[in-house]
């Protein structure tokens, strides 16, 4: 109970970040190393190391060693779980109020004041 | 409810709470729930992968929201809402059916809090949802992969 709870925890964390995000996106077309997820969000190797650390301790990722190469895979058997689909609702939410939070930073106060005194 | 399945319908339950402190007024906050041009601006897929069949938005007591929406795999998703409870500036409670391809994967009760902060404004969505069963018979493992990847991609492109 408490192991479940604490891998809940770290699937909440691993996907409340955008950057971690978008390496998710990155793995579900391909298996990439270190350098290449790093590559798109102009981030050291050891920043990117870090979070595919997070991602591995939430189990969204497995990471297989060829050479010197560190390659990630996106791990199908994340996807299984009864709790799967609420940490999906929950990051669904967090992906519109991500959106949201963009869409207030950019109104102007007084317009949109102004705007809800006409709203239906 | 499924008919004709072997399976039996199973059902999960759970909730979950997210707290966000936002860089706006209440008045904004609720303004961006409560009209349709508001809305529109944040709770949608980003352009790209998705493609819009329906949607509805009438936000009073009572009214009825949908929006269904086809991703670049094919599936379709289709979001149905309820409002029991608004309280303008401060409070949206509202009953959520989710379904993907038809099935429905879920019902949910979700709770919105709009409270002051002394800089900008706490949002507070508690959600308790009954997970059905329909998320095992449209959601494969594949396909919920597949669901889950299309989202991702859009997150990217958005």
Redesign the interface.
């Known amino acids: 109970m408490v192991q479940q709870a604490v891998t809940l925890d770290n699937l909440f964390h691993a996907l409340a970040d955008p950057t971690r995000r978008a390496m998710l996106a990155s793995l579900a077309i391909a298996h990439r190393n270190i350098g290449e997820l790093a590559a798109p969000h102009a981030m050291s190797f050891a920043a990117a190391s870090k979070h595919v650390r997070v991602l591995e301790q939430a189990g969204l990722v497995r990471r297989r060693i060829e050479g010197r190469s560190h390659v990630l895979n996106l791990e199908p058997e994340a996807m299984k779980t009864a709790e799967r689909w609420i940490t999906e609702r929950r990051a669904m939410w967090e992906r519109h109020f991500d959106r949201l939070a963009d869409y207030l930073a950019s109104t102007d106060p007084d317009k949109e004041i102004r705007k809800k005194g006409v709203s239906k | 409810m499924t008919t004709g399945t072997a399976a039996k319908p199973a059902v999960?339950f759970?909730s979950?709470t997210?707290n966000?402190v936002?860089?706006?007024?209440p008045?904004?906050?609720?303004?961006?729930w409560?009209?349709e041009?508001?809305k529109k601006?944040?709770?949608?897929a980003p352009k790209e992968g998705w493609e819009q069949l329906e949607r509805k938005f009438d936000?009073r007591i009572g009214g009825h929201e949908r929006l269904v929406g086809k991703w670049r795999s094919g599936m379709v998703t289709d979001f149905d809402c309820l409002y029991r409870d608004i309280v303008p500036n401060e409070r949206i409670v509202y009953v959520y059916d989710?379904a993907l391809d038809g099935k429905k994967?879920?019902v949910?009760l979700a709770t919105i809090e709009i409270r002051p902060e002394r800089v900008g404004t706490r949002?507070t969505?508690t959600?308790h949802?009954a997970?059905l069963d329909g998320?095992e018979d449209a959601?494969s493992?594949e396909r919920?992969?597949n669901a889950?990847?299309d989202?991702?991609?859009a997150?990217?492109q958005?």
């Open positions: 999960t759970g979950f997210i966000r936002l860089k706006a007024s008045e904004q906050v609720y303004a961006a409560s009209t041009e508001g601006r944040w709770f949608k936000f989710m994967i879920s949910s949002m969505m959600e949802g997970y998320y959601g493992r919920g992969t889950q990847m989202e991702l991609e997150t990217l958005a």
